[in-house]
T-cell receptor, first 108, second 109 residues
Framework: NAGVTQTPKFQVLKTGQSMTLQCAQD?????MYWYRQDPGMGLRLIYY???????DKGEVPNGYNVSRLNKREFSLRLESAAPSQTSVYFC???????FGPGTRLTVT | LAKTTQPISMDSYEGQEVNITCSHNNIATNDYITWYQQFPSQGPRFIIQGYKTKVTNEVASLFIPADRKSSTLSLPRVSLSDTAVYYC??????????FGKGTRLSVIA
């Protein structure tokens, strides 16, 4: 029982490159969330999915897209990375918000 | 979404009880109050959740007055390993959580 897993753990991108962050959960939760956390700041919600087949924008959705592939998986895509997207990205699931270990992304 | 206000930082010595108070003046009837703990380089971890009065678990206690406009997280006999950022949130159902900057607790030996 892994809980919430995120891949990759670290990533460095050049400006304009694209990538997809993956999140998977084995907790049978309906809701899943993507947050970003900048140094010394709280978490900000990017997108969330209340249930399989639905997605909604959060506080800071610009520059991101998401896919709720199935009940277990919720991916976050950066189509054209920018330095302002350098951050730590956390996936969370469920009403009590169980968080994954995070992905540390640097855009140069 | 209800806004919360909590102190930016607190210091405490090991072995003391720490109380962190959070204000949420516009909490809605359906909202619950939830506290999270975050260590450096990790995601937040659920600590405790309550609706009214008092809730206690093996980690902490949560005190909520009758008007529910504030709540207090109580950590008994803190140790160095309790040094972390603590977030107070109010939310209902599956509505997204709004994290503020939290309270940075530093426990001193």
């Amino acid at each position: 029982n892994a809980g919430v897993t995120q891949t990759p753990k670290f990533q460095v991108l050049k400006t304009g490159q694209s990538m997809t962050l993956q999140c998977a959960q084995d907790m049978n939760h309906n809701s899943m969330y993507w947050y970003r956390q900048d140094p010394g700041m709280g978490l900000r919600l990017i997108y969330y999915s209340a249930s399989e087949g639905t997605t909604d924008k959060g506080e800071v959705p610009n520059g991101y897209n998401v896919s709720r592939l199935n009940k277990r998986e919720f991916s976050l895509r950066l189509e054209s990375a920018a330095p302002s997207q350098t951050s730590v990205y956390f996936c969370a699931t469920g009403y009590e918000q169980y968080f994954g270990p995070g992905t540390r992304l640097t855009v140069t | 979404l209800a806004k919360t206000t909590q102190p930016i930082s607190m210091d405490s010595y090991e072995g003391q009880e720490v109380n962190i108070t959070c204000s949420h003046n516009n909490i809605a009837t359906n909202d619950y109050i939830t506290w999270y703990q975050q260590f450096p380089s990790q995601g937040p971890r659920f600590i405790i959740q309550g609706y009214k009065t008092k809730v206690t678990n093996e980690v902490a206690s949560l005190f909520i007055p009758a008007d529910r406009k504030s709540s207090t997280l109580s950590l008994p006999r803190v140790s160095l390993s309790d040094t972390a950022v603590y977030y107070c949130l109010v939310h209902s159902g599956n509505t997204p959580l709004v994290f503020g900057k939290g309270t940075r607790l530093s426990v001193i030996a």
